[in-house]
């Protein structure tokens, strides 16, 4: 469905049922050149066991219009005014990557409008190499076919059906990066990633409890590079669990169900 945010029609996939602002609601924010499909499956099961479901395209990303955020503030600034726009009181935030930021950024300025907070391959801070965001900029087919090689520790899930998540992947960035000739979403993204420096302030100012969902042989945001995030969530008094899952950095196609199981778990323990 679309909801008209800053006059742009804003795309959420809400898993196959209709709208209801009166259930718990999750919002599901993708990483960089991604799009609501890579949370295909936790979407269709939220939306099924009684969550209202929003898995977002970033304004500027396939079928949302409007400028991609060049922040992570920026995009922040957006979530909340989705929220407005969708007549929400409250929701959960769930971030991958890219998208964990966002969702952090978002919690901390929205505060008890946050139910819960789920960070899946997050980081802070999230650098990326100078050699890749020259990649991005100038060369964005190769860049993406570097950042699906590290992105994978397998060539197919063990239980996703000998599903080709390495091709898939390359599939998606190709496709998303073609959806806008106004802007280099890849190197826009990174750049936003490689500029953010808010994040132990913004632990501080959440109000939500907090999921770390981390893969074990993830090389793009290695769980050990969460730890400071960690360590500052429950210096602040948060309520912080951290949950290990097999395999890389895109969790939600290599392990499916274990990140959908430690999410769901979560948002209703």
């Not at 939220?46 to 400028?67: E, F, K, M, Y």
């Not at 100078?130 to 090689?149: D, G, K, M, R």
């Not at 899930?157 to 979403?185: I, K, Y």
């Not at 632990?203 to 500052?232: H, R």
Request: overall charge negative; proline content about 5%; aromatic content about 8%.
């Amino acid at each position: 469905m679309f909801f008209k945010v800053n006059n742009d029609n804003i795309y959420a996939y809400t898993g196959g049922k209709a709208f209801d602002a009166a259930k718990p609601t999750a919002i599901l924010i993708h990483g960089v050149l991604c799009d609501h499909s890579v949370w295909a499956l936790q979407s269709r099961y939220l939306a099924n066991h009684g969550w209202n479901v929003l898995a977002i395209d970033l304004p500027g990303h396939c079928r949302s219009q409007g400028t991609a955020p060049q922040s992570v503030e920026a995009a922040a600034t957006f979530i909340g005014q989705l929220m407005d726009a969708a007549g929400l009181e409250k929701a959960a935030l769930i971030g991958h990557s890219w998208g964990s930021l966002i969702a952090m950024e978002a919690a901390a300025s929205l505060q008890d409008r946050i139910s819960h907070l789920v960070l899946v391959g997050t980081a802070f801070p999230m650098k990326v190499s100078p050699a890749l965001l020259e990649s991005a900029l100038h060369t964005p087919e190769q860049a993406i076919q570097l950042v699906n090689t590290f992105s994978r520790a397998t060539l197919a899930p063990p239980n996703g059906a000998g599903s080709w998540v390495f091709g898939a992947g390359m599939a998606l960035g190709s496709r998303v990066l073609a959806s806008n000739t106004d802007t280099n979403l890849l190197h826009t993204g990174f750049t936003a990633c490689d500029n953010y420096r808010g994040g132990e302030a913004a632990m501080a100012q959440i109000t939500a409890p907090v999921l770390f969902v981390l893969g074990e042989q993830d090389q793009m945001t290695p769980p050990k590079a969460a730890k400071g995030l960690i360590e500052a969530a429950k210096a602040a008094g948060k309520q912080v669990k951290v949950q290990m899952i097999p395999n890389g950095h895109n969790q939600m196609t290599e392990s499916p169900d274990a990140t959908l199981f430690a999410v769901h778990g979560f948002l209703n323990g």
